[in-house]
Nanobody
Framework: QVQLVESGGGEVHSGGSMRLSCRGYGFSFSLYKMRWFRQPPGKERELVAS?????NYSDFVEGRFTVSRDDAKNTIYLQMNSLKPTDTGVYFC????????????WGQGTQVTVST
């Protein structure tokens, strides 16, 4: 059974840092493209970063976040620095096979709140 479990969310003051983790279970982690999304309050879910060989980021990241993965631990990370109140939202990780099926698995999400 495929499962993605995020952790590391919470509340931080503006300008602070936070690291999110997402561990995968039940699939060959190294063969999957991993992505981080977020859903700000009252808004649609949006892509934050992805990692498959290389890292890619949405424009609003502006060099503040770093995505990395440790395939030996079946885990992807999102290091977030210089956080802004606009970074507040529920952060989700997703996994999609790099070979074959386009089905995307999702974690349950972790809340990130950045206060002023």
């Amino acid at each position: 059974q495929v499962q993605l479990v995020e952790s590391g969310g919470g509340e931080v003051h503006s300008g602070g840092s936070m690291r999110l983790s997402c561990r995968g279970y039940g699939f060959s982690f190294s063969l999957y493209k991993m992505r981080w999304f977020r859903q700000p309050p009252g808004k649609e879910r949006e892509l934050v970063a992805s990692h498959w060989g290389t890292s890619n980021y949405s424009d609003f990241v502006e060099g503040r976040f770093t995505v990395s993965r440790d395939d030996a631990k079946n885990t992807i990370y999102l290091q977030m620095n210089s956080l802004k109140p606009t970074d507040t939202g529920v952060y989700f990780c997703s996994a999609r096979s790099a070979f074959g099926s386009s089905y995307e698995y999702w974690g349950q999400g972790t809340q990130v709140t950045v206060s002023t």
